[in-house]
């Protein structure tokens, strides 16, 4: 069961988005918040939820969310995991991220005043002019040979599908390969708690998923004290416990 | 925007002579307004490098005479030029393709190619109308001196001609759907 | 007749943008002397019908962009005023950095721009050429026919120019250097 903002965030058509930068900053901006790595937390698990609903779009593309969604989890982990230590890699990571997606944010915001400007009050250049046609000029360079050879050289060179949409990425990588790294990343720096029962049950993509984001969740709703984790030794099962008479334990998202 | 700049904005823009009369029903005055207007941007104009030309009841811009000798060498020099490597390709697409809107051209050579079909123009190689099928587009045809040049009666008798026409309509169509799909709202 | 006529007399008859080198050749000016007269004629232009756009190496007139809706309704022709997010966003980038990589406008972007890099160079809005620092790489920069479309007579007219320009540098040197660190390639 999903509460019901988390419901109406998840039905924001994926499709919509040309890329990762374009969906996250809709995210961003939707809550009216700033870019920082608060912002960047909160809006986490929304992200994973819409990159795992393109589905079986063309893989390259899908790969340049799922970079930004690697980033995103590191945030998030960090938010809720004061003590995990993130390396120099990760950490200029973050930064970079943020300092993409607010030059993107500029760059939407000036397209507005290109929007507001485009086509309204224009410039024309002097229209064709009949009388232009002043005597037969041709040229020593037209013959049949020539022109048949030129057409056959323009056609060539269109590219086969032109309009196809793609993702710039500069290494594909899976959903799945991102899920798995980022899991052991993350229960690693975790010795306290065990997370084998969670991601032994994953098997599918959409699995990993969940289980990442309910992970996530997990420790979320641990931070505002709505559940309560104990864990009575390494590697053994996390306990989650509700407090008593509350029903929250039903709205941890996935579970 | 006062009534002397709108004439001259129009006049710029038609870039050939217009009836005072037609000026008068566009900019919605009186023929003594329109009169008046006239003289002042004449007379605003006399020393520059853009003139007023009034002849009988139409009235247009033009050069300035001083420089007149200057712009006719320019003119030659241009007309003589060597036609470009655009200009020859998109006279072939004009050519194989029967005859093409400039948004076919544009399609197929990737560029925008209003100041090369402009060059072919002046230089009576294409003809522009307006499409039959479309009157809001243009269309632009081989000239029958083109024809008559490259010692062809008839496009077909061009090389390959059928297999170059199909595969340049084929492409042409292509392109156009693909600007279109919901994927290349690209444009 | 002085070489601020002289300018707009050549370039009414051209009827298209002209080159600053070219137009200097002609009248066998310094770019010094050529510069000071263009600034002059545009300044005469300001209240007129006519203006001058200015771009780079080039200049050009066109019509006050305040008759636009008149001559809209004259105009045979239609016109493509339609632009979809992605060109917005792209033609933001080229405008606002005055030029830019396609390398550039991907990073910026996050997605692959070719496509809509494509369906721009066809409309006329932007023209691609060899980068000047760099003769392996093409930058795409704002066409004519763009800063025409937007009314504007040169770059910095646009909303915000100037403000942006000194910050957008600012932030593309920070950003080069997060790039460059070690291990932050992705994100």
Redesign the interface.
Known sequence: METETAHNHYNVKTAAFQGPFALLLSLVEGRKLFINDVSLAEVTEDYIKHVNALGERDPAEVSSFIVVAATLILIKSKSLLPNLDLTDGEESDIVALEERLRQYQLYTRLAGNVKALFGKNMI?A??????????????E???????????????G??PK?????EVEVKKVISIDEMIDKLTERITNSLNKINFKEFSGRAVSREEKVVVIVSFLAMLELTRQGIIHVTQENNFEDIIMEKPSGDESWDHIPGL | ?NL?????????????PMPLKKLGE?LKVSPGELIEAIASLKQNLA????VLIEKEDDIT?G??P??SS??EE??KEE??K??SKAS??T???I??KNGASRADI???????S??TL?AL?????VE?R?DEAD????VYKP?M??LA????ASLD????YGD?NA??EA?AKD?EE??K?P?????
């Open positions: 024309f002097p229209e064709g002019r009949k009388n232009d046609v002043l005597v037969f000029l041709p040229d360079a037209i013959t049949k040979e020539s022109m048949m050879t030129f057409a056959r050289d323009a056609l060179r269109i599908k032109v309009f196809l949409s | 925007m002397e700049s709108k004439i001259e904005a129009l006049l710029f823009w038609k870039g050939e566009i020393e520059r490098g853009i811009l050069t300035n001083e420089i200057m712009i320019l003119q007309l003589n060597d036609l020859l390709e006279l072939s697409i050519l194989y544009d399609n197929i050579r990737g560029v925008n209003s100041f402009r123009s002046v230089r009576g190689l522009r307006l009157q809001r587009r243009y000239s001196e083109l040049y490259m010692g062809i008798e061009l090389p390959e170059i595969s340049i492409t392109l693909q600007l799909a994927d290349g709202s690209n444009a």
